[in-house]
């Protein structure tokens, strides 16, 4: 199986010509003050999970480098995201919402434009399959239309004014001040922009720090964003996160964390703002969901959602099943028809045609999976699909293990990756038990057909997770839907609507009814004097 899995490398030559890669891409410029200003300083490689053969055996592709700016470089940027913002009074947060929406729609006309260039380097910088790299420029684009859409809805809600005990109000919605948005290598494009378009749409001054993996892929964007926006209002901040991120905070300047990532992460950079109570936090972390298999489980429709659930884009997702508890009387079976579900699935590079298991992107966790497989079977569990485990280079053949137990690291440790626990149960409650001792609630599955049973998994579930799936996997979608989590697993509540007020914060402007005062709030709307304070309906 390893000289099959070392097969699967292609040699230069036979990559598609479509998605080569035939000169690496230098970018050695960021995004500062409305322009792309030169970086002189070093620079960081950018290296591809998809190996190449060469004489010499595998070889890394590199896809290019970028620029890693120094603390002095990022504290430069950051005070021109605070002036563009000017507490409050700058250009981009004083402009109506309907010229901050033209803005938006502008940049996402030209993003369209870009799309083969962003969808080849998401296969080539994350190893997303052709397809899955396809969904999510879309879901991208898709986001930043129904963000559009909900803030015109949020904005005619707002279009009135409210008379209550003898008080006129208009309550609206205003911007926090500078943004760091920092999304996740899983879905750079998609996940980085459910923080930036919501901030950004609603009047706040973002710094835009793209992940660890998947870099370059901004680059194509750049451009658009630089022509988009007013000078500031979007900045890019590039390099070691270690380096470049613990100054901005420190600063006390940055007004709202927007991350995704690790709860580890998010405490520490938390920690290092000197006024944490005015950070405000929009966090999407941890999770280590649950799939609960009844006896009366549908294994079919199961076995389908479950595979789909743990190993879509090699189980590289938050909301990835990452832990199955199956009833023992049916737990050989499931295993057995997992086990074959896994050896359908096509293995390769990311551009072949219906591959599901590619690269990983983190050079660590091939090793870092095995170890937990390791472990798992130094405790009694068996690696239950056909050379599961076995792995190459980036690329990581799933692991089925079978029966794991709370000894296990892989019991409790979000793997991150394509290793599947099945834990054996008697006794519903050994899962509930579970659930209610993680550290994580974002979601759980549950499978099963007897509704007394199924509502009984609702009510014990729903104060623990924050979205409970009847027979079918963990998920985000559909956008309109919050996207949050309980305990380590979020803060914030990420949906479309939701995020646009998560970044703003209500504003309310009042006077005392009297004649004078009508007179005056007639004459100030009636003359659009203010862009606060306007009543137009948006269509």
Not at 127 to 140: D, I, T
Not at 159 to 177: D, E, K, V, Y
Not at 267 to 276: E, F, G, T, V
Request: glycine letters at 8%; hydrophobic letters at 40%.
């Amino acid at each position: 199986m390893k000289q099959t899995i070392t097969s699967l490398f292609p040699a230069e030559e036979q990559i598609p010509e479509p998605y080569r890669i035939e000169t690496p891409i230098r970018q050695d410029y960021y995004l500062i003050d409305g322009e792309l200003r030169r970086w002189d300083g070093p620079l960081q490689e950018v290296l591809s999970p998809v190996r190449v053969a060469a004489e010499g055996g595998l070889v890394p592709k590199r896809v290019g480098e970028s620029p890693l700016l120094s603390k002095g470089a990022v504290l430069e940027i950051l005070q021109v995201a605070v002036r563009a913002y000017d507490n409050g009074r700058g250009t981009w947060p004083t402009m109506s919402v309907g010229e901050r929406i033209l803005c938006v729609q502008r940049f996402t006309d030209t993003m369209l434009g870009k799309r083969e260039e962003i969808v080849k380097l998401l296969m080539w910088e994350i190893g997303k399959s052709l397809q899955e790299a396809k969904r999510e420029f879309e879901r991208a684009v898709t986001y930043i239309h129904d963000t559009i859409e909900a803030l015109k809805e949020l904005d005619r809600v707002s279009s009135r004014f409210i008379i209550q005990q003898g008080i006129i109000g208009q309550i609206r919605r205003a911007p926090l001040g500078v943004v760091l948005c920092m999304g996740p290598y899983n879905f750079p494009l998609y996940e980085t922009f459910t923080t930036l378009i919501p901030a950004l749409i609603m009047g706040n001054t973002i710094l835009l720090k793209p992940p660890r993996f998947g870099i370059l892929l901004f680059q194509p964007l750049l451009e658009a964003i630089r022509d988009s926006f007013p000078p500031g209002v979007v900045n890019t901040v590039y390099g070691d996160g270690e380096v470049v991120v613990p100054p901005l905070l420190a600063s006390g300047k940055v007004d709202v964390l927007g991350f995704i990532g690790t709860h580890r992460v998010a405490d520490a950079l938390r920690a290092i703002h000197p006024r944490p109570h005015r950070l405000r936090c929009v966090l999407g972390l941890d999770a280590k969901n649950p799939a609960i298999i009844l006896p009366d489980a549908d294994l079919d429709l199961t076995v389908a959602e479950c595979l789909r659930g743990s190993l879509t884009y090699n189980g590289q997702r938050c909301t990835a099943l990452k832990i199955m508890f199956v009833h023992r009387s049916i737990a050989d079976a499931f295993v057995e028809r997992m086990s074959a579900g896994i050896d359908a699935l096509k293995c390769g590079m990311p551009w072949d045609e219906g591959v599901t298991i590619t690269p990983l992107p983190e050079p660590e966790k091939p090793g870092y999976l095995e170890g937990l497989v390791r472990d798992a079977q130094g405790f009694g569990a068996r690696v239950v699909n056909r050379d599961g485990g076995i792995n190459d280079a980036s690329f990581f053949y799933p692991a089925l293990l079978y029966p794991v137990g709370p000894a296990m690291r892989v019991y409790d440790e979000e793997q991150f990756g394509p290793v599947i626990p099945v834990v054996p149960y008697d006794d519903i409650r050994e899962p509930i038990d579970y659930v209610v001792a993680s550290d994580y609630g974002q979601q759980a599955s549950i499978f099963g057909r007897d509704s007394d049973l199924l509502a009984q998994l609702v009510d014990a579930l729903v104060n623990q997770v924050c979205r409970i799936n009847i027979n079918s996997q963990c998920q985000r979608s559909p956008d309109c839907f919050p996207f949050n989590g309980r305990k380590n697993s979020a803060e914030g509540t990420q949906s479309v609507a939701d995020a646009l007020r998560i970044f703003s914060i209500r504003i309310v402007v009042a006077t005392r009814e009297s004649e004078d005062n009508r007179e005056i709030i007639t004459d100030i709307v009636k003359g659009r004097k203010s862009h606060f304070l306007p009543t137009d309906f948006m269509l």
